[in-house]
Every structure is written in C-alpha cells, then in structure tokens.
C-alpha cells in the first residue's frame, strides 16, 4: 500500500474498531485502514481544515475529536464534517486567541 502524504502524522490505533487512523496535515486529509481486511480497505476522506491530531470519544461509535488548524472539532467519521466545539483561529492571518 502506497499513500502520498504531504505531511502523515496523527497515528491512532481504535482497538474496536481494529482500524487505524491517521492524517495528512498538508493534503488536509484523513485516512483509515481496517488492520484485519489490509490494504484494500483504505478509506481517505478530505477535510475542510488540517488535523494534527485525532482521538476518540467514549461511547461515540459515529465521531471522534480532532485538533484542527482552527481549533477542536468533533469529526464525523463518514462524512468527515467538522462540529467545532472550540475554535481559536478564525483565519489565514497572525492566530488571534478567542480568550
């Protein structure tokens, strides 16, 4: 299995799930493979913002949280779609704390 990452980091390993997650923080893009079907069943899915980091939720089997270029999100893990629950940085510019 080859994947071109711009930027690969974030390894999580979900035990339920036997999947592991991981993510391209320059491609914006996330990535799942089932350790038990291999190769195959990768799954990549593009995001509206960079991740550096993901983890999961208990009890949630439909999101996980990441942290985000803009802040924390919840991440639905089909969709891929960003529920903020804390944002930090609302643009391109000089990072601007919502303290």
Known sequence: MHINCG???GPW????????RFVDIWNQKLHYVNLTEGPSSLKTLDTEASIGVTA???GSEDHFVAATKYGFAKVNRTS???DYLCKVWEGDGPEK???
């Open 7 to 9: 930027l690969g980091e």
């Open 97 to 99: 704390s919502k303290r």
């Open 56 to 58: 999961d939720i208990e």
């Open 80 to 82: 891929g779609e960003f």
């Open 13 to 20: 390993y979900d035990e339920g799930r036997n999947e592991l």
